[in-house]
Each structure stands twice: as structure tokens, then as C-alpha cells.
């Protein structure tokens, strides 16, 4: 329609999103579907914080805010990034957004112009390429494979470097793949953005506490201090705090970058929701002990979802580091049939096939730019899990 917008036409309804919503209609109208396609902690926003937000509603916190984040909750994120991360950054480093998502968006309109390029790792979030592309940037897929970890190489990204490089997008631990860098190969990736002075890391780190095997997380500007002015370390409440609803995300980096997104926030949302900010700054704040509990749950699931995928014929599945995906590869189910004569080509068959077969939503790997794979989240009970991963079994032996 000659009315919508151009760019309109570059970009896709996000999948994650899409898939989640099937799900729910199909619920909705009766239909027995377990969704595992929202990447969403199943655990609920701890009772002080839920506190905090009550009490801000009543104490009349429900006015506009400074555009990009209260002092009190700039003050609460320099505070965890000096405690995670031992990086120092003051108020005015401090961006406040209305989710991570959104921080990603305003960091890419703030900063692409035409033909600017950004560097995205394969299999990646699904909103990098087309977040790129509605700022007007070109993508540039650096692929990463199950053979190498889903983790993409110091030469690898040396060779995807061009002058028109402006971004590399690194995401550790990884939605969809759960794979988490290293210090040492963090630092390898690093080393080779030091020795290109044009191009800036944005590092989101919104996984960084949920990490499994006493895993040890790095993020980049930690890694190497020498970019910390030219990285923009991205991170919020909503997973690790189970506080997606509240939408409320973070980043730190250079005042000229931070100082450009609160121009494009200040003509878009004005603030983030008053009452969130409030109970954020109690989730960074309060008794931090939960996160490393709800991280060994989630690792408990995550070993038990690899051994039941292992289990089923077609599918192979590696052990992630970190957040609440596995990305199996469905390699070895494509060319073959359905009971009712349908040939699966795709993983997008594979996806389909799963949900009209025996009700289970799974993310297409197509949609994470890495097939044939597909997308489980794992932030839900066991019992839905097992159940889930029987039913998937089931589907895949009908096969032939
Ligand atoms: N990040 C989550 C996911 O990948 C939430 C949905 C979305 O925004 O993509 O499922």
C-alpha cells in the first residue's frame, strides 16, 4: 500500500513475537499448545520489587521523568556495573530505555546513516538485522555454525570489517544459541576491534546472569578497557529479574552516544514508565542472592531439555552456556514425511509441523538467520518441558 513507509517494506513482524502470539490465539480457542517460544522467565518479579512499583503508585511517582532514566535509577545501574562488571561509568553515561529492545533501537537510529554497516554474528536475535535496516544500515552476517560452538572467530570478524563498518553486535550469552564467549576469545574479539578505531561494540549483555557450570562472564568494554569509549554495554531487568512486563533497559557508554539516544527517546517515548524505574531501581539494588538460585533452576531444565532432544531421532542438540534457549539442529528430519504426505523442506516445516502435530510452538531457526535449526526456550516448569520434549519425540518418530 503506497501509504505505509518504504522501510516498511526492508523489514518483518518480529517472529519471537509472531510465534508467541499463534500460540496464545490457539489457546485462546481451545486448542492444548505449550508455548516454548517466548524467550520469558516463567518466574515472577520478586515480591519487594512488585513492593517498590505499589508504593511508587502510591507515593505519586506517576509523572513524566527526566527523558532517559531518574537520577536515583542512573545511580542504581552505575552501581551494578561497577559490582558485575567493575566498570566505571557516571550518571551522565547512563541511557534508561523502555526495555532493552528499545535501547538497541535508539542506539542504532542515533548513530546509522545510509550504507553504515553493522557486523551481526549468525545465529543472531531476530530484531538486529531489521532494527539495522529500519535505521537505514546495511546488515552483515558474520556466520558462526553448531561446528564452531554457534561463536564466530577473531578472523572471521577481522575479514567482515570494511570502512563503512560503524557496529558489531556481540550478544553473550546468546539468544538463540545460549552460546557465551570466553574472556579468552571475548579478548580475541576484542583485540581486532582495537585495531580498527572506527568501529564501535554493542555488547548486550541482557543474559549475563544466567549462566551455567560456573561459567565466567565477560563483557567487552571489561575485557578491554582501551574501548570502553567506543562500546556501549547494553543490559536491563527483564530477564534476569523476571521483569519483562516492565519493560525497563539499560546502557552505559560515551556521553556523546548516551546525549544522542536521549535525543531520539525524548521525541518518541519522553521517559521510561515512572513506576518501573522505581521498582528497578529496588531489583539492582535489594538482595541479589535469587538471581544465582533461579539461574541453577533454569540450568537443572537446561540439562534435562538437552538430554530429552538428544533422545529424539532427527535432532541434535549441544549444551549451551548460558540463557534459556537450545538451538538443535533438525538437519537430519529435512526431506522427510509427515504422516499425512507433506515433505518437510524446512525448519519453518519442522516449526509448523511440531504445532499442528502435536501443539508444541518452537521458533524456526530461519528467523535466527541459521538453519536447519530451530528455537527452544526453556524458561518453563519442568513438568511443561518434559512433556513438551515427549510430545516433540513423538512427532519427529511419526517421520519417514
Ligand atoms: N527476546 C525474547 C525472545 O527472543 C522476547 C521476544 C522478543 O522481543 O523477541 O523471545
Known amino acids: 500500500m503506497a501509504f505505509i513507509a518504504d522501510a516498511l517494506g526492508r523489514i518483518k513482524p518480529s517472529p519471537t513475537i509472531a510465534v508467541t502470539s499463534k500460540a496464545a490465539e490457539l489457546r485462546a480457542a481451545g486448542k492444548d499448545v505449550i508455548g516454548l517460544g517466548a ?3 516463567d518466574f515472577d518479579t520478586i515480591d519487594y520489587v512488585k513492593e517498590a512499583g505499589i508504593k511508587a503508585i502510591r507515593d505519586g511517582q506517576t509523572k513524566y521523568t527526566a527523558a532517559d532514566g531518574t537520577p536515583e535509577l542512573k545511580d542504581a545501574i552505575c552501581q551494578k556495573f561497577k559490582r558485575d562488571n567493575d566498570l566505571d561509568y557516571k550518571r551522565e553515561n547512563i541511557s534508561v530505555n523502555c526495555g532493552g529492545k528499545h535501547t538497541i533501537f535508539n542506539a542504532l537510529i542515533a548513530t546509522l546513516n545510509p550504507g553504515d554497516e553493522v557486523i551481526i554474528p549468525t545465529p543472531y536475535w531476530v530484531s538486529y538485522p531489521d ?4 535505521a537505514g544500515g546495511t546488515p552483515v552476517f558474520v556466520e558462526a555454525t553448531i561446528d564452531t560452538g554457534f561463536k564466530i572467530t577473531a578472523a572471521q570478524l577481522d575479514a567482515a570489517i570494511t570502512p563503512k563498518t560503524k557496529w558489531i553486535i556481540l550478544n553473550s550469552p546468546s539468544n538463540p544459541s545460549g552460546a557465551a564467549y570466553t574472556y579468552d576469545e571475548m579478548k580475541a574479539l576484542t583485540d581486532v576491534v582495537l585495531k580498527h578505531p572506527h568501529v564501535w ?8 546472569h544466567i549462566i551455567y557450570d560456573n561459567f565466567k562472564f565477560h563483557t567487552p568494554a571489561q575485557v578491554e578497557p582501551k574501548l570502553k569509549d567506543r562500546t556501549l554495554t547494553m543490559n536491563g531487568v527483564a ?3 523476571a521483569m519483562t512486563g516492565w519493560r525497563i533497559g539499560f546502557a552505559g557508554g560515551p556521553v556523546e552516544l548516551i546525549n544522542a539516544m536521549r535525543k531520539v527517546q525524548s521525541q518518541s517515548t519522553s521517559n521510561p514508565c515512572s513506576i518501573s524505574q522505581v521498582a528497578a531501581v529496588a531489583a539492582l539494588t535489594g538482595p541479589q542472592g535469587y538471581l544465582k538460585e533461579r539461574a541453577a533452576e533454569f540450568q537443572k531444565r537446561r540439562d534435562m531439555v538437552v538430554s530429552m532432544i538428544n533422545d529424539v531421532p532427527g535432532l541434535s542438540c549441544p549444551t549451551p552456556e548460558g ?3 537450545v538451538y538443535p539442529s533438525c538437519a537430519e528430519l529435512i526431506g522427510k514425511k509427515t504422516p499425512d504426505g507433506k515433505v518437510i523442506e524446512t525448519d519453518l516445516d519442522v516449526s509448523t509441523y511440531l504445532l499442528e502435530s502435536v501443539g508444541v510452538a518452537v521458533v524456526h531457526g530461519e528467523a535466527f538467520g541459521l538453519s536447519p535449526h530451530f528455537r ?3 524458561a518453563t516448569s519442568e513438568d511443561v518441558l518434559k512433556e513438551a520434549c515427549g510430545r516433540i ?4 518418530e511419526a517421520l519417514s
Open 39 to 41: 524467550g520469558e522467565p
Open 131 to 134: 532494527m539495522t535496516l529500519l
Open 201 to 208: 561494540i554493542f555488547a548486550d549483555d541482557i543474559y549475563e
Open 239 to 241: 530477564k534476569a529479574y
Open 323 to 325: 540463557a534459556f534457549y
Open 376 to 378: 527452544i526456550s526453556y
Open 393 to 396: 519425540k513423538k512427532a519427529c
